[in-house]
Nanobody
Framework: QVQVVESGGDLVQAGGSLRLSCGLS????????WGWYRQAPEKERELVVT??????HYADSVKGRFTASRDNAKNTMYLSMKNLKPEDTGAYYC?????????WGQGTQVTVSS
């Protein structure tokens, strides 16, 4: 069983920045497909970014503002967010594929005030 733990969510003002972290209980070097998703209240979960090896695909709404990265030495993946907007508010989830199965974390809340 893979444990996925997100952290870093907070309340920020519009225009601010945050960096979310996603820690894994398995060796991150075995993970080639991963990503970040978010879910606003009363809305469906939506893609923020997916990463397949070195290829990244961002949602149009976050292009140029959000950046996904990873640090294999720290066994952690990140989502750096800048110029945050109120519409970025929601619970952010990390998803990883490991040995043919997908795993979600419990989410971390990001709230952007106007």
């Amino acid at each position: 069983q893979v444990q996925v733990v997100e952290s870093g969510g907070d309340l920020v003002q519009a225009g601010g920045s945050l960096r979310l972290s996603c820690g894994l209980s398995v060796d991150i070097s075995d993970v080639y497909l991963w990503g970040w998703y978010r879910q606003a209240p009363e809305k469906e979960r939506e893609l923020v970014v997916t990463v397949a090896a070195e290829n990244m695909h961002y949602a149009d709404s976050v292009k140029g503002r959000f950046t996904a990265s990873r640090d294999n030495a720290k066994n952690t993946m990140y989502l750096s967010m800048k110029n945050l907007k109120p519409e970025d508010t929601g619970a952010y989830y990390c998803h990883v594929s490991w040995r043919g199965s997908g795993y979600w974390g419990q989410g971390t809340q990001v709230t952007v005030s106007s």
